[in-house]
């Protein structure tokens, strides 16, 4: 029996995250390395602090991942610049942030995951969110 209620705990993990999406490759390498590793933490041990675990690992390790990945997708549209990606500036209203490039447009970066990169197609250029 309690192995069915992991397993169906595992299933509506893995579904949300299916139903859901983000806009960027750290946040899609997040949310599926933590289902996974919740379903190997589950499986491996047969315990809900095992899924825990597994998802807390596999969601950093797939941010790593994914970051890894936007990178290397921003670097096919120009050079890197030099010192990286410059991080965008906090608004006055949380989850919106202002480009670091001119004329500095305010985004709307809920559903990016911090350290990801955005495009900013006003100003042209690349960001990370803080």
């Known amino acids: 029996m309690k192995m069915n209620k992991l397993l169906i705990v595992s299933l509506l993990g893995v579904g949300s995250l299916a139903l859901t999406s983000c806009d960027t490759a750290t946040g899609r390498g997040a949310g599926w390395g933590a289902a996974t590793g919740a379903i190997l933490g589950a499986a ?17 390790t797939g941010a790593l991942i994914g970051a890894s990945i ?14 990286g990606f410059p991080f965008a500036r906090p608004t006055e209203t949380p989850g919106f942030y202002q480009s670091p490039y001119p004329p500095h447009q305010i985004y709307n970066l809920r559903g990016i995951p911090h350290g990801g990169l955005v495009d900013d197609s006003v100003g042209g250029g690349y960001f ?3």
């Open 44 to 60: 491996a041990t047969g315990h809900v602090e095992g899924a825990a675990v597994g998802a807390v690992i596999g969601a950093n």
């Open 70 to 83: 936007d990178e290397a997708e921003a670097v096919r549209y120009g050079p890197r610049p030099r010192g």
């Open 128 to 130: 990370r969110k803080p």
